[in-house]
T-cell receptor, first 114, second 112 residues
Framework: AQSVTQLDSHVSVSEGTPVLLRCNYS??????LFWYVQHPNKGLQLLLK??????LVKGINGFEAEFKKSETSFHLTKPSAHMSDAAEYFC????????????FGSGTRLSIRP | KAGVTQTPRYLIKTRGQQVTLSCSPI?????VSWYQQTPGQGLQFLFE???????NKGNFPGRFSGRQFSNSRSEMNVSTLELGDSALYLC???????????FGSGTRLTVV
């Protein structure tokens, strides 16, 4: 069965320190992987995507993610957190088969301490 | 260019009523998908339309339906509303699934 697991429901870091949001997936097919961010009362904004090109993907606002097939992971990182990064982050997998599926992780709420 | 537009932004309905939500995708995007977001269930996929055809459907009861018009605009309808249908309904459009989706700001539906 296909699934997406975000390993932390809440992550809190200090401003200026690194951010790591973890995502593991399970898939029988080659997936496309995405990270989205959602600020309160807003829709989702695409941060970055992996679609079988380079395994290290750079996104907007200084975020990047590395696709590791052996570990079935797609963790999101940022070297230095900013207060404006406080939001909910979703790892999303799109699976292409006879009935394509879009699977969302449960989300990780990122808090930034001053 | 304009983003994905969802109307209305907020809606209050009574149990048993029906509701129609609208989504205008980004120009040139032929794929439109709908999602329900609740605190308890998180984000759940409702359905996806491409060129006026439903391409994929999530695990929701038949009270939830949708359609897409020739200009790619899409509507979602929920009949016989229940309290549990209170949620943020998000629409997303895409030119190609592999490139990801652009989401609208959502319609906040409250059922009382």
């Amino acid at each position: 069965a296909q699934s997406v697991t975000q390993l932390d429901s809440h992550v809190s870091v200090s401003e200026g320190t690194p951010v790591l949001l973890r995502c593991n997936y399970s898939s029988s097919y080659s997936p496309s992987l995405f990270w989205y961010v959602q600020h309160p009362n807003k829709g989702l904004q695409l941060l970055l995507k992996y679609t079988s090109a380079a395994t290290l993907v750079k996104g907007i606002n200084g975020f990047e993610a590395e696709f590791k097939k052996s570990e079935t992971s797609f963790h999101l990182t940022k070297p230095s957190a900013h207060m404006s990064d406080a939001a909910e982050y979703f790892c999303v997998v799109t699976l292409y088969s006879s009935a394509s599926k879009i699977i969302f992780g449960s989300g990780t709420r990122l808090s930034i301490r001053p | 260019k304009a983003g994905v537009t969802q109307t209305p932004r907020y809606l209050i309905k009574t149990r048993g009523q029906q509701v129609t939500l609208s989504c205008s995708p980004i120009s040139g995007h032929r794929s439109v998908s709908w999602y329900q977001q609740t605190p308890g269930q998180g984000l759940q996929f409702l359905f996806e339309y491409f060129s006026e055809t439903q391409r994929n459907k999530g695990n929701f009861p038949g009270r939830f339906s949708g359609r897409q018009f020739s200009n790619s605009r899409s509507e979602m309808n929920v009949s016989t509303l229940e309290l549990g249908d209170s949620a943020l309904y998000l629409c997303a459009s895409s030119v190609d699934r592999a490139r990801g989706y652009t989401f609208g700001s959502g319609t906040r539906l409250t059922v009382v």
